[in-house]
């Protein structure tokens, strides 16, 4: 069972930027689309971006042009880039495979303060 592992979160002011990663175990990691996402309190888990196998990435409206995933298929790990932070970024993000889920994560913390 693969089990990602999420780092990277913490406490930070609107307008700054996080780093999170995702280490992912296994050798198939270079094969797989990955996705990073986020639930905040009380509401349901969203996708925030999504990175395929040949590095095609997807982001929807709220992120888009803020958020950058990327992967480096030899550490088998997945990133994601926040720049730009808002409080309504504030969640805990997750990473998991695009498509076809994994069990989750304890996921990682990000908290925005205005």
């Known amino acids: 069972q693969v089990q990602p592992v999420e780092s990277g979160g913490g406490v930070v002011q609107a307008g700054g930027s996080l780093r999170l990663s995702c280490a992912v175990s296994g050798s198939m990691f270079r094969i797989y689309a990955m996705g990073w996402y986020r639930q905040a309190p009380g509401k349901q888990r969203e996708l925030v971006a999504s990175i395929t196998a040949a590095r095609s990435t997807n982001y929807p409206d709220s992120v888009k042009g803020r958020f950058t995933i990327s992967r480096d298929n030899a550490k088998n790990t997945v990133y994601l880039q926040m720049n730009s932070l808002k409080p309504e970024d504030t969640a805990i993000y997750y990473c998991?495979?695009?498509?076809?889920?994994w069990g989750w994560g304890q996921g990682t913390q990000v908290t925005v303060s205005s």
């Open positions: 998991n495979r695009f498509g076809a889920l």
